[in-house]
């Protein structure tokens, strides 16, 4: 660790720090803790501050301080006295990094970094994709061409997490600075893994003999928990029993639907609903199955596939995970067509062949820890900050 990188003092922004928002929220608060621990000095600044670890409230050494905001008031713009507060604190620092753009506070800060002579990286977190471009399109559109597009323009770097995601944004800021990291995955959990104990101590209904299926995200309909579902009877059709875990929350209608689903496929007695997972049983539940499945249709990063490989569990997704190419390289991965019948062949294949299994859970586990393990991907932001700061 060399005193140039030490002495990096980066503001992070991010609106707000819940959890249940998604993903964005837990890529902002990893790399903010994990640039703290390689000895930055890291601010962040939010207008929510709900899921901010409590040591982080008092800025003690060695992790991120949070400066909590006023909230945004017309037209989601922040008012006076919020950006009194920013401009003090990216006065005091090297770098200004801002997340997600269609937010206007963004907006505001990027103008703001300007005026007082402090370079900002903006990570788009997949907002420019093609999936999320068709939705919505006239308002974001507006938005791109009254604010976004300088927005983008201005900044010293844009940051995508794979090299898909840059192709399908970059037609969206021509003459932007384009710069691909993948995002932070916290692998400390993984490092030493639980085994099943803490999985079968919480969920003893999954652990009946059967091979076992998870997904764990979000319950929302772009993950395809419903395809992952038709995939399960389809298999059971052709004699093929496992059980599949479902684990995670979202919006109520649609778990209701879910729930439906599976009773009206008969698949009651094989299909678990588990809520929310957290801590050692996450990680345990990660290892005690025999396939991880997220067939979603836009995901940008889908944290939760590199999370499974770090458990030396193999995955099955489709191309529409923006970090699908590098994982299949990997070695961990199986990447398929989002319909149920591909879905269920490739949990078929999977599950009739161990050593298979075996094979891919070691890759996997091996390239997680090579390409996205804490330490190589946060030298990557930094010289990406010394970059910024440098012209």
């Known amino acids: 660790?060399?005193?140039?990188?030490?002495?990096?003092?980066?503001?992070?922004?991010?609106?707000?720090?819940?959890?249940?928002?998604?993903?964005?929220?837990?890529?902002?608060?990893?790399?903010?803790?994990?640039?703290?621990?390689?000895?930055?000095?890291?601010?962040?600044?939010?207008?929510?501050?709900?899921?901010?670890?409590?040591?982080?409230?008092?800025?003690?050494?060695?992790?991120?301080?949070?400066?909590?905001?006023?909230?945004?008031?017309?037209?989601?713009?922040?008012?006076?006295?919020?950006?009194?507060?920013?401009?003090?604190?990216?006065?005091?620092?090297?770098?200004?990094?801002?997340?997600?753009?269609?937010?206007?506070?963004?907006?505001?800060?990027?103008?703001?970094?300007?005026?007082?002579?402090?370079?900002?990286?903006?990570?788009?977190?997949?907002?420019?994709d093609d999936w999320s471009m068709s939705l919505k399109r006239t308002k974001k559109r507006v938005f791109l061409w009254r604010t976004g597009r300088a927005m983008l323009k201005n900044a010293?770097?844009?940051h995508c997490c794979s090299a898909e995601e840059l192709r399908q944004s970059q037609k969206w800021y021509p003459g932007g600075r384009p710069v691909v990291i993948p995002l932070a995955v916290d692998l400390a959990p993984f490092r030493e893994l639980p085994g099943r104990g803490p999985a079968e101590k919480a969920f003893p209904q999954l652990f009946d003999g059967k091979p076992l299926v998870l997904f764990l995200s979000r319950l929302h309909e772009v993950k395809g928990v419903d395809v992952l579902i038709d995939a399960v009877a389809r298999l059971r059709g052709q004699g093929v029993e496992c059980r599949l875990a479902i684990a995670g929350t979202g919006d109520e209608a649609l778990t209701a639907a879910l729930h439906m689903q599976a009773e009206r496929l008969d698949l009651r007695a094989v299909v678990s609903f588990l809520g929310m997972v957290r801590g050692a049983e996450k990680v345990s539940l990660y290892e005690a199955a025999d396939v991880f499945v997220l067939p979603s249709l836009h995901e940008n990063f889908g944290f939760v596939l590199p999370e499974a490989l770090a458990a030396r569990t193999p995955a099955i997704t489709t191309r529409f995970v923006g970090l699908w190419d590098e994982l299949e390289r990997g070695g961990g991965v199986v990447v398929t067509d989002r319909e149920p019948n591909a879905i269920a062949g490739a949990i078929k294949s999977l599950l009739a062949d161990p050593e298979r299994r075996q094979r891919m859970g070691e890759s996997g586990r091996a390239w997680v820890f090579e390409h996205l393990g804490g330490a190589q991907v946060i030298e990557e932001f930094f010289a990406c900050y010394r970059r910024a700061m440098g012209s």
Do not use: F
């Open 156 to 158: 010293s770097a844009v």
């Open 1 to 128: 660790m060399n005193d140039e990188r030490n002495a990096l003092k980066i503001l992070h922004y991010m609106k707000s720090l819940r959890v249940e928002d998604g993903g964005v929220v837990r890529a902002v608060l990893n790399l903010s803790r994990l640039q703290a621990e390689a000895g930055a000095g890291v601010t962040l600044v939010t207008y929510n501050a709900k899921d901010a670890p409590p040591g982080w409230r008092g800025g003690e050494p060695g992790l991120p301080r949070v400066v909590e905001i006023p909230p945004p008031g017309r037209l989601q713009k922040l008012g006076h006295d919020a950006l009194a507060t920013c401009e003090r604190e990216i006065s005091a620092c090297d770098c200004v990094h801002l997340h997600a753009i269609w937010s206007p506070s963004n907006a505001q800060l990027a103008k703001l970094s300007r005026r007082v002579g402090r370079p900002y990286v903006i990570t788009v977190h997949g907002m420019l």
